[in-house]
């Protein structure tokens, strides 16, 4: 129904593609690209409940703060578990935006990523969540299609393509055709969990406790999936746990890919397994196309390698895995044909496995 009030509130208003991810949010402003790479972080006075600092200033806060500061995320497993937080966290992103540009009513369109696993009270909680923080309307895509068309895969073709991105706090592996979601699968393993198994790794093995930015610190620079050309080794530090002073070990790349080999061998199957279900033409067209990876556990060392080997098909990283969702959603701002295809698939589509 025609809102007059609305459509006077577009023109003042930034439409936005937005990534809501378990660690980072992404967003893009239809026109001028990316705008706001924060993570997603709030720092919130447990006692006054008033939030103190979103993104990156709230990141920094992660294992510092006193007693009556919490630093938390509000989304877990890329759903929100904490509604008035993760409300507020997107209220405080779209004014950023708008306060940048120089625009006073931020009332835009939204276009924002969803995990495909996610269950209808999930998908209303987000939805409800961004109209809550300003949209004047919503538009909820699934991360694997709009990560699919941020990598430039043909999605509107008759010819199937397959795409795998592992964020923050879940996987999703799809195969798309034709506009829509063929098959999918959805796990809720992803980066964080290969933090917690390096953490864990560090306790059990070398009995210290570590800090989740360590973990990840050390997942990035020497984490990998497959045997690499030169192994090396990196410093892990922390805590002894017998007498609770400073402590530190070095560590190997191949140590590490043992530690984190359930992670990596939990998403191997999740990619295995949809591939089972695909109809045998889309493998057919998988056997040329390979498979994509996206999202930021797409850059961990050798894992192109080791889906490779596991599934016997081409696979490559996107040309820009951390960025896809977003870029995907704010193409969809711009092709509303294709946004209004997508919708419908979505909307007639059964859940994931």
Known sequence: MYNPLNALLGLFSHDLGIDLGTANTLVMVRGRGIVIDEPSVVAIDKVSKKILAIGSEAKRMVGRTPSNIVAVRPLKDGVISDFEVTERMLRYFIRSVH???GMGIPRPRVVLGIPSGVTEVEKRALHDAALN?????????????AAAIGSGLPVME???CMIVDIGGGTTEVAVIALGG?????????????????????????????????????VKIQAG???PIDEEESIEIRGRDLATGLPKSVEVSTVELRDALSGSIGAIVEA??????????ELV??????????????ALLRGLDRRLAQETKFPVYVAEEPLSSVVHGTGEMLEETEMLTKVQASLASRKPPR
Request: hydrophobic share 45%; proline share 5%.
């Open 158 to 160: 008759p010819h199937g």
């Open 271 to 280: 990619v295995r397994s949809t591939i089972e279900i695909t109809p045998p």
């Open 181 to 217: 979601v063929v098959v999918s699968t959805s796990i809720r393993i992803a980066g964080d969990d290969m933090d917690q198994e390096i953490i864990a790794y560090a306790r059990q093995v070398h009995n210290m406790v570590i800090g989740e930015r360590m973990a990840e610190e």
């Open 133 to 145: 923080a300003g949209a004047r309307a919503v538009f909820l895509v699934e991360e694997p299609m």
């Open 224 to 226: 990998s999936a497959f």
């Open 99 to 101: 306060d940048r540009f």
């Open 284 to 297: 057919a067209d998988l056997m040329y196309r390979g498979i994509a990876l996206a999202g930021g556990g």
